[in-house]
């Protein structure tokens, strides 16, 4: 039986987000991860 899994990486305002899933067989699992903010600073010209 073979097992699949996938990690998602996406930005839910203001937190980076990793949502990892897993399934094997007729088991599914998910687990969500905030790593933290995003502290970038963008600095604009005018």
Do not use: H
Request: charged share 25%; aromatic share 14%.
């Amino acid at each position: 039986m073979a097992m699949k899994s996938s990690l998602t990486i996406l930005f839910e305002n203001p937190f980076w987000v990793g949502l990892f899933e897993r399934i094997d067989g007729n088991k599914y699992e998910v687990c969500k991860i905030t790593f933290g903010a995003d502290d970038r600073v963008i600095i604009g010209t005018s």
